[in-house]
């Protein structure tokens, strides 16, 4: 096998360059496209970055990309990857698929063929007549088919990379935890600095603050398919973990508040950060907005309030960013970030942003408004 592999960092729409730079940070270099982002580097790389990529979606292993307008054309492509050097002679390799302006659009037929494909090219390298027996590591392969050109991956991570393993509870349109941690990474908020969440719910942008505060890789408390992968020697992955607890940063004090005016999500917010291993590093508050109390000069909002989308919902949510707007005039030194689909957000909340930003929560189009304080 080489040195280096190919690897993809999937992102959501709009946190493309957002990835990218947490890749770079980790020493990568990388090619940016439309919700991934590509990089060659050591085998290595697999536990470091599924341990350290707050934003990103999944790590993918690229095995091979070819051209194929015929299932002849993919099936022969396919079987010709070296699968061998990934998936053990007892791997369990289900395959998914999608795709995209292609002359094979029938996903599920593609999805057997490949299937068939590897398991043949595994059968004749490994010496086996019968059907493979699958009882090992997961390998989950995609395919994906994008203007006839199959691209065959493996994903590393198994469960998506916002599943940090702290959320013990949430409430009815929970902020995934990879949009919370872009959310602060794409202000210049430092530690030293007070950070507020007034519209808490769960607590995910106070409690991924706190981890990029403190420098905790978001990943250290789970666990990845790859870790019981042959060709992924142990030592990576001891390292990779040695790495995350020799950076991480268990003294920084942090001044973290988030509040909300439901009760019940203070307490799911509170048994959240304990999960996260927390404990009293975050403040907090049941509280509406309109009491919101700024005690020093400069400091961060951070926010995903209420969009309004239900019927009925609209009169409130207006109400709701006017008094945030009010509370924040009288604070002209603090930056104020707020994610919302609510496309008056500006004029309810009295002032228009010093720029925006869009991007998606889910499926939601959203922009992130951002008004930069004049730090005192």
Same mark, same amino acid.
């Given at each position: ?25 980790? %020493?990568? /270099? ?8 590509i990089f060659e580097a050591p085998i290595s790389a697999i536990p470091r970055c599924n341990l350290w990529l707050r934003t990103a979606d999944r790590l993918r292993l690229v095995v091979g990309e070819f051209k194929a307008t015929t299932f002849d054309e993919l099936f022969e492509g396919t079987k010709a990857l070296p699968w061998e050097h990934y998936v053990s002679e007892d791997g369990q390799f289900p395959v998914s698929g999608k795709s995209v302006k292609s002359t094979l659009y029938s996903v599920p037929d593609c999805q057997k063929i490949v299937k068939k494909a590897i398991a043949e090219r595994l059968k004749r390298k490994y010496g086996m007549i019968s059907k493979m027996p699958e009882t090992g590591a997961q390998y989950k392969v ?19 990379? $916002? ?72 030592? $990576? ?25 439901? $009760? ?31 005690? $020093?000069?400069? %400091? ?7 969009? %309004? ?13 006017? /008094? ?53």
């Amino acid at each position: 096998m080489s040195k280096h592999i190919k690897l993809i960092a999937t992102a959501a729409m709009g946190l493309e360059s957002v990835v990218a730079e947490e890749v770079r940070n980790l %020493g990568y /270099d990388v090619q940016v496209d439309n919700g991934k982002v590509i990089f060659e580097a050591p085998i290595s790389a697999i536990p470091r970055c599924n341990l350290w990529l707050r934003t990103a979606d999944r790590l993918r292993l690229v095995v091979g990309e070819f051209k194929a307008t015929t299932f002849d054309e993919l099936f022969e492509g396919t079987k010709a990857l070296p699968w061998e050097h990934y998936v053990s002679e007892d791997g369990q390799f289900p395959v998914s698929g999608k795709s995209v302006k292609s002359t094979l659009y029938s996903v599920p037929d593609c999805q057997k063929i490949v299937k068939k494909a590897i398991a043949e090219r595994l059968k004749r390298k490994y010496g086996m007549i019968s059907k493979m027996p699958e009882t090992g590591a997961q390998y989950k392969v995609e395919i994906s088919l994008l203007k006839d050109i199959a691209l065959l991956t493996i994903d590393t991570s198994g469960v998506g990379l $916002h599943k940090r393993g702290y959320r013990v509870g949430q409430g009815e349109a929970p902020l995934k935890e990879t949009m919370a941690a872009a959310l602060v990474l794409l202000t210049n908020w430092k530690p030293e600095y007070t950070l507020v969440d007034p519209f808490c719910g769960s607590g995910t942008i106070p409690i991924e603050a706190a981890l990029i505060g403190q420098n905790i890789a978001p990943g250290f408390n789970r666990e990845f398919d790859s870790e019981n992968w042959s060709f992924i020697r142990s030592k $990576h992955w001891d390292d990779a973990f040695q790495e995350a607890e020799d950076l991480a940063n268990y003294d920084q004090k942090l001044e973290i508040i988030g509040s909300d005016i439901d $009760h019940k999500m203070i307490d799911i917010a509170k048994g959240n950060s304990l999960e996260a291993g927390l404990g009293e590093l975050i403040t907090w508050k049941q509280m509406q907005v309109r009491d919101l109390s700024i005690k $020093h000069e400069n %400091g961060y909002i951070i926010a995903n309030p209420p969009y %309004g989308q239900r019927i009925g919902d609209e009169e409130a949510v207006e109400a709701i960013y006017k /008094d945030f707007g009010q509370v924040m005039r009288n604070h002209p030194s603090w930056s104020v970030y707020v994610l919302t689909a609510f496309e008056a957000f500006e004029k309810f909340y009295g002032q228009s942003a010093t720029k925006k930003r869009k991007l998606f929560n889910g499926f939601i189009k959203v922009d992130y408004y951002q008004y930069f304080g004049k730090k005192k």
